[in-house]
């Protein structure tokens, strides 16, 4: 069964760089689409975008100029980072695992993350 | 992209069915059979329990069931157990790289 796990830093200042990795462990890399969603406070979820094994990728186009991600097939890691954070990009930032036109079928447990001054 | 609408709470006794209801349009909930229910303790990572409209993924119980109809699924509960208390909430494809999904909602076994 998969298992992903994710880490990076949860607490930033306005104008910094959020950074997050997303470990697979447990099944294949391929075949899937690695993916990055948010919660702010309150609201539901937001899809961020995602990304295959083989690196093609899809971004919300509201985020689209901020966001970027990338994968390490390699290590069955992938990456999100969002520049330029606000106080509105708050929020429980979560990776999962996704199927052609499916939400996602596996997550990660999110990670915190509060934009403060 | 708006949220899909789920009531806040929902609750029931043990042994009871408590029906969740998740309401878009026909953009998403309504045009596609491409929706998902998933269940969440907070601080734990989501668990999907219905995809595609109504089937369950291995393992999970049958007490747990979706349907749908025009714009509004629904997941019901059947049989409430206490380990059923937990937020749920809706997911669905919305075309094109759109994805949308409910706000949750609170179930309480009383």
């Known amino acids: 069964q998969v298992q992903l796990q994710q880490w990076g830093a949860g607490l930033l200042r306005p104008s910094e760089t959020l950074s997050l990795t997303c470990g697979v462990f447990g099944e294949s890399f391929r075949g899937y689409y690695w993916t990055w969603l948010r919660q702010p406070p309150g609201e539901g979820l937001q899809w961020i975008g995602d990304i295959t094994h083989s690196g093609t990728t899809k971004v919300n186009p509201s985020l689209k100029t901020r966001v970027t991600i990338s994968v390490d097939a390699s290590k069955n890691q992938f990456s999100l980072e969002l520049t330029s954070v606000t106080a509105a990009d708050s929020g429980i930032y979560y990776c999962a695992r996704s199927l052609f036109l499916e939400t996602p079928d596996s997550w990660g447990q999110g990670t915190p993350v509060t934009v403060s001054s | 992209q708006s949220a899909l609408t789920q009531p806040p709470s929902a609750s029931g006794s043990p042994g009871q069915s408590v029906t969740i209801s998740c309401t878009g349009s026909?953009?998403?909930?309504?045009?596609?059979?491409?929706v998902s229910w998933y269940q969440h303790h907070p601080g734990e990572a989501p668990k999907r329990i219905i995809y595609e409209v109504s089937h369950r993924p291995s393992g999970v119980p049958d007490r747990f069931s979706g349907s749908k109809s025009g714009n509004t699924a629904s997941l019901t509960i059947s049989g409430l157990q206490a380990e059923d208390e937990a937020d749920y909430f809706c997911?669905?494809?919305?075309?094109?790289?759109?994805?949308?999904f409910g706000i949750g909602t609170k179930v309480s076994v009383l």
């Open positions: 997911g669905s494809y919305a075309g094109g790289n759109n994805f949308v």
């Open positions: 026909s953009s998403d909930v309504g045009g596609y059979n491409y």
